[in-house]
């Protein structure tokens, strides 16, 4: 894991031609462990986490696309193992 304190970077969304929201990471660019996925819609939050980044961005991806997710934002950050409650992205989807 990178010394340096990560910088929140964008991960999925922006794109002027189209709707839904955004995703952003606030994670070293070289860590793949544990994820927590913090969503916030209009009138709702949840909150997951994952065991590695790569799964949690996939989540994240969709929970901003307006068809699947429809949050607003999307943020990963680091977390423990131990705090792990969905291990693929399917699993949180469809709970």
Not at 36 to 51: N, Y
Request: with cysteine; net charge negative.
């Amino acid at each position: 894991m990178s010394a340096t304190t990560p910088s929140r970077r964008q991960i999925a969304g922006a794109d002027p031609d189209a709707i839904g929201g955004e995703a952003f990471a606030l994670v070293p660019e070289d860590y793949n462990g544990p994820c927590r996925l913090t969503c916030e819609g209009a009138k709702s939050r949840d909150e997951a986490v994952f065991p590695t980044y790569s799964i949690a961005a996939i989540a994240a991806t969709y929970a901003v696309s307006v068809s699947l997710g429809g949050f607003h934002t999307a943020e990963l950050t680091m977390a423990a193992a131990s705090e792990v409650t969905h291990r693929t992205w399917v699993d949180w989807l469809c709970a």
